[in-house]
């Protein structure tokens, strides 16, 4: 069985533009911003889809392929695996087109005591879209998380923009 969606030895993706907000023993929050050669309504299509573009090195299953996204308020972002499933996060925000906002702990932050939010946020920038993906993480243990977490989110972000300009 896979260690987690954001398993710790994989930490090492390519980023895209990043930053970590804050980060302590007990919190951290990072903010990735970039452009993307797509208008809004083609990133928010590909955004909802994550099979098309997370990375399957970042999964229990090993496939991206089992990853969905029932976007509306209350929806799961959940993962099929041979012997069950995965609920990853759950959405609490969705305006189309604009925002998406889930809660839960990825990878190795689904088994500790935290609360977690990933809020990605698109505007019109030009002839593309700007996307803005900040997670915000508290509760106990943090301390030295953060950029591994930074790290894999920013290798997502970079796979989604691939796939919405494709």
């Given at each position: 069985?896979?260690?987690?969606?954001?398993?710790?030895?994989?930490?090492?993706?390519?980023?895209?533009p990043a930053e970590i907000v804050r980060a302590s023993d007990t919190n951290f929050a990072t903010r990735h911003k970039l452009t993307i050669a797509a208008p809004?309504?083609?990133?928010?299509?590909?955004?909802?889809?994550?099979?098309?573009?997370?990375?399957?090195?970042?999964?229990?299953?090993?496939?991206?392929?089992?990853?969905?996204?029932?976007?509306?308020?209350?929806?799961?972002?959940?993962?099929?695996?041979?012997?069950?499933?995965?609920?990853?996060?759950?959405?609490?925000?969705?305006?189309?087109?604009?925002?998406?906002?889930?809660?839960?702990?990825?990878?190795?932050?689904?088994?500790?005591?935290?609360?977690?939010?990933?809020?990605?946020?698109?505007?019109?920038?030009?002839?593309?879209?700007?996307?803005?993906?900040?997670?915000?993480?508290?509760?106990?243990?943090?301390?030295?998380?953060?950029a591994p977490v930074d790290g894999v989110l920013g290798g997502q972000w970079t796979r989604l923009k691939a796939a919405a300009e494709r």
């Amino acid at each position: 069985m896979r260690l987690s969606l954001l398993a710790l030895p994989l930490f090492l993706a390519t980023p895209a533009p990043a930053e970590i907000v804050r980060a302590s023993d007990t919190n951290f929050a990072t903010r990735h911003k970039l452009t993307i050669a797509a208008p809004p309504a083609k990133v928010w299509e590909t955004l909802i889809q994550p099979a098309r573009w997370w990375d399957g090195a970042h999964t229990y299953s090993g496939s991206a392929a089992n990853l969905t996204l029932d976007a509306r308020p209350g929806g799961c972002w959940c993962e099929k695996t041979a012997s069950g499933g995965v609920e990853h996060m759950r959405v609490v925000y969705l305006a189309a087109n604009d925002t998406l906002r889930l809660t839960g702990g990825l990878g190795p932050l689904q088994a500790m005591p935290v609360i977690a939010v990933l809020t990605v946020t698109l505007k019109p920038s030009g002839a593309g879209t700007e996307l803005t993906a900040s997670y915000a993480v508290a509760g106990p243990g943090l301390a030295g998380i953060a950029a591994p977490v930074d790290g894999v989110l920013g290798g997502q972000w970079t796979r989604l923009k691939a796939a919405a300009e494709r």
